[in-house]
């Protein structure tokens, strides 16, 4: 290794962010992680601070420094991806950076951390939801991905959402009972005993809950999901029903940019978690004839590291992406076993 050697690809994902230092024949030397780099999750000072912070892991890992990396691809998510990046150029140049930086699709990271095949499809369905076509390497085609208020229809926060709605009615006699009701109850640290109910003759165990949730921000209804996936594997028909509906919505939007045939890479911790949502998706995307099968992982790290490669000007192809995710998996592995944390970002 030497100055100007070595690339970096960074996953910079709104809950982690994740940083690969490579050679250029698509060797990873460094691994490192941090919280969210998404600048719409947690603003761009947030997001500076989570790429800068993996970076630093990753280096420290390779026992390099940061003059040696030539390019550094960010596969983030929103408009700061087609602008000009100077609010993370300056950051980094002021860490010592004097490469090139450049910007491409967390999606389209996540994409190829499972394939390498020109066109296919990338779906994501975490906190939020969104499909993309790629034709040609490149994104040809988005739905949804629309945020909490306007879509991101079966995500999580869907879920969540619904979950929401289910538990009030519940508490308010208005709809079906359901054993979500009393898994959320316990985790707001609701007591249904403490008090009678209010002089309005509303339940004191709704009135807390509502206060919970109104608390809240609304994205953190997401954190409902797996109370939903808990109580549908119980039986309980209300959890099932949420999660027969987050599939269908996802078969939904992956219809929209449905052309032709082609892998489809599936992330996110919705569609990773077996049950009534993976099921309906997997039989909805059957019947529409994407018969060359669904391909799971885990995070976008060996994408944005493959996208770094294109962005060098290679061609990298299945050689390289395996490389890539065999030594990233070795880095990871060095990396728990020496137990070690997150590195500081260079002050």
Request: proline share 4%; glycine share 16%.
């Amino acid at each position: 290794m030497g100055r100007g050697t070595l690339i970096l690809g960074v996953d910079a994902g709104g809950t982690s962010t994740r940083a690969v230092l490579a050679t250029a024949d698509g060797t990873a030397v460094g691994y490192g992680t941090a919280g969210s780099g998404n600048p719409i999750s947690v603003g761009r000072d947030g997001a500076v601070l989570g790429v800068r912070t993996a970076v630093a892991g990753a280096l420290a890992q390779a026992g390099a420094p940061i003059e040696d990396v030539s390019l550094l691809v960010a596969a983030m998510a929103g408009n700061d991806a087609s602008g000009p990046g100077g609010w993370l150029r300056d950051p980094l140049g002021a860490a010592g950076f004097r490469g090139r930086l450049a910007f491409d699709s967390d999606l389209l990271a996540m994409y190829f951390s499972g394939t390498v095949s020109d066109a296919g499809y990338g779906v994501v369905c975490g906190t939020g939801a969104s499909v993309i076509r790629i034709e040609g390497g490149r994104t040809v085609a988005t739905a949804d991905g629309l945020g909490w208020l306007l879509g991101d229809r079966g995500s999580g926060f869907w879920i969540g959402h619904r979950a929401a709605r289910a538990i009030v009615e519940d508490l308010d006699g208005t709809g079906e009972a359901t054993a979500i009701t009393e898994a959320a109850v316990a985790r707001l640290g609701v007591d249904p005993g403490a008090e009678p109910d209010s002089p309005n003759g509303r339940r004191r165990e709704l009135e807390a809950v509502i206060r919970a949730f109104y608390a809240a921000r609304p994205v953190e209804l997401a954190s409902l999901a797996p109370l939903v996936f808990d109580a549908a594997e119980a039986g309980d028909a209300v959890a099932d029903d949420i999660l027969r509906g987050a599939g269908a919505e996802l078969v939904r939007t992956f219809a929209a940019v449905h052309t032709v045939s082609g892998p489809v890479v599936v992330g996110g911790s919705i569609l990773a978690r077996s049950g009534p949502a993976q099921q309906v998706f997997a039989d909805g995307v059957a019947r529409l004839g994407a018969d060359e099968g669904i391909v799971r992982v885990s995070d976008g790290a060996v994408g944005a590291a493959f996208l770094a490669l294109r962005h060098a000007g290679r061609e990298p192809g299945g050689a390289e992406r395996d490389r890539l995710a065999e030594t990233i998996a070795q880095r990871r592995a060095e990396r728990e076993a020496d137990g070690a944390g997150n590195a500081r970002p260079p002050a």
